[in-house]
């Protein structure tokens, strides 16, 4: 049974850091890519990057890149997310999404979701 389990969220200061932690089950991390994503209150879900199973990372927000960065543990079937110089424009629920094989913008690439984590960044 394939699940996805986001940890780490929390309430941050502008400025902060966050490491969001996805550990994955029921299949082989090394083969498929994992995508992270955001919503925030009245908007839509929105891309903010994918690693791909080789590990490299494709950017789809522009707003994040500098700041953010994602990693894996293959043997921990674990996927983080670390994101440093938080804004309050990244308060949001974040998910990570096993992908079909590789990395996709769109949502309708990923099979598999996680249940989110919330993440505000406030003073």
């Known amino acids: 049974q394939v699940q996805l389990v986001e940890s780490g969220g929390g309430l941050v200061q502008p400025g902060g850091s966050l490491r969001l932690s996805c550990a994955t089950s029921g299949f082989t991390l090394d083969y498929y890519a994992i995508g992270w994503f955001r919503q925030a209150p009245g908007k839509e879900r929105e891309g903010v990057l994918c690693i791909g199973g080789s590990g490299s990372s494709t950017y789809y927000a522009d707003s994040v890149k500098g700041r953010f960065t994602s990693s894996k543990d293959n043997a921990k079937n674990t996927v983080y997310l670390q994101m440093n110089g938080l804004k309050p424009e990244d308060t949001a629920v974040y998910y990570c999404?096993?992908?079909?094989?590789?990395?996709?913008?769109?949502?309708?690439?990923?099979?598999?979701w996680g249940q989110g984590t919330q993440v505000t960044v406030s003073s």
């Open positions: 999404a096993k992908s079909f094989s590789t990395c996709s913008r769109s949502l309708y690439g990923y099979d598999y």
